[in-house]
């Protein structure tokens, strides 16, 4: 890796350090001979840590074998389960009907992100002098310049602020383009450059999830279970913790129901979310460290602007249902990849922003209307989710087509 320099211009700025930006830098190097930095607010090690779990579906593993990035430890799926509790109708998907090894995996975040460090450092390995990094560093500001100023260079320049010891990037830099892949940057950026604030697609669910580790007392190996509550989805993925076999808990329900439940011994709690449940998988036992988080969408309504575009959680963050945020991040990142082997240009972007759209909206339109149906209450509400259901298992182009969305997405 190159060492940062104040004055010479990068052909691709990547901010987001994440397994988004990660997999886009090594998929770049990779195909693309383009000069890349890649900025990290973290550190690697910091990402290594991190205990969550993940849901990768059989696509993004296909994704991530392009660029060396697979195995890694996780729990396949062979196997999902999607119920309303307590009412009839059910759909049932099976990897073999689809001639894959498994639907999905869960993985940690932290195993997630040491894989793709070590991708990352084959392929700068085998492309040298092309990839700088900077750690600990915060980019507050990302503006291009102006096509009328002939004495500007075409590009953008970035602007931050480094936290570490060590030296890192120049406080401002210049890129060709710049692709935002973390946090809310590019959002602020459309609104400031089309004064758009308003047409950003955004919706509070009114639900927070909590997440955790726990074990039940008649586990069903390889079976992920998707049921939608009264208050919201309750999704169970199949996951070990330190060598004890288990299911990683998403459980989305009212943000004061779920305040009550994070205080709750894990005794009481293991026992409302059996009653939320259900009996499936006999008694819930021991429950690991609990967190929670707000839910919401938020959505840009463009991923590209100029010389900037947006991947992952800097153009979306949905809602966690069938656990397809992680998933398209990573369809954005080869999308973009594959556009730029022809240049770094405005058009390159644009490409990219065409190219793409369809898969984006289908499952930002999925995510978002998932938990809104099965939201409604009331008896009639309910009866007409089962009839879908079950008319949706007995129709097997129906049932396809769900089981290539949520592996695959849109991609093309």
């Not at 195909?31 to 993004?60: E, M, N, Q, V, Y």
């Not at 009328?148 to 210049?174: I, M, Q, W, Y």
């Not at 800097?314 to 992680?326: F, I, K, M, N, S």
Request: proline letters at 7%; one cysteine or more.
């Amino acid at each position: 890796m190159t060492q940062p320099d104040s004055t010479e211009p990068r052909d691709i700025a990547i901010v987001g350090g994440g397994p988004v930006g990660l997999a886009l830098a090594s998929q770049l190097l990779r195909t693309t001979p383009w000069r890349i930095t890649l900025i990290d607010a973290a550190t690697p090690a910091r990402a290594a840590r991190d205990p969550r779990a993940i849901a990768l579906s059989h696509g993004s593993r296909q994704l991530l074998e392009q660029i060396g990035a697979w195995p890694m430890p996780m729990q396949p799926i062979g196997h999902i389960h999607v119920s309303q509790r307590g009412r009839f109708g059910h759909v049932k998907l099976h990897h073999d009907d689809y001639c894959v090894p498994a639907l999905g995996y869960v993985v940690k975040y932290g195993d997630l992100c040491q894989t793709l460090e070590r991708a990352l450092a084959r392929a700068a390995e085998a492309a040298p002098g092309r990839l700088e990094r900077a750690f600990e560093t915060r980019i507050d500001e990302i503006v291009e310049s102006d096509p009328r100023n002939k004495l500007e260079s075409a590009g953008v320049r970035l602007t931050g602020t480094s936290h570490a010891d060590h030296d890192g990037l120049p406080a401002s830099f210049a890129a060709s383009i710049a692709v935002q892949a973390e946090g809310g940057l590019f959002h602020q950026q459309v609104q400031r450059l089309s004064g758009a604030a308003e047409s950003t697609r955004r919706r509070d669910y009114q639900q927070t999830a909590i997440i955790g580790h726990v074990t039940c007392t008649q586990p069903q190996p390889g079976w992920a279970w998707e049921r939608f509550t009264e208050e919201g989805p309750l999704a169970l993925l199949p996951h070990d913790e330190h060598g004890t076999p288990g299911y990683a808990l998403v459980w989305c329900c009212a943000p004061e129901q779920a305040v009550r439940r994070l205080a709750l011994p894990e005794a009481a709690f293991a026992e409302e979310l059996g009653e939320a449940f259900g009996t499936r998988l006999g008694r819930f036992t021991l429950i690991g460290k609990r967190h929670a988080f707000p839910l919401g969408l938020n959505a840009a309504p463009v991923t590209v602007k100029g010389r900037i575009a947006a991947v992952g959680n800097a153009a979306q963050t949905l809602h966690p249902v069938a656990g397809q945020g992680l998933n398209l991040g990573l369809r954005d990142a080869f999308a973009l990849a594959d556009s730029l082997r022809g240049g770094c240009t405005p058009q390159a972007l644009q490409a990219f922003a065409s190219r793409h759209r369809v898969d984006r909206a289908m499952t930002i339109g999925v995510t978002d209307l998932l938990p809104r149906v099965f939201g409604i209450g009331g008896p009639l509400a309910a009866h007409a989710r089962g009839a879908s259901l079950a008319a949706l298992a007995c129709i097997a182009p129906l049932k396809d087509a769900l089981a290539r969305q949520m592996m695959y997405g849109a991609r093309r």
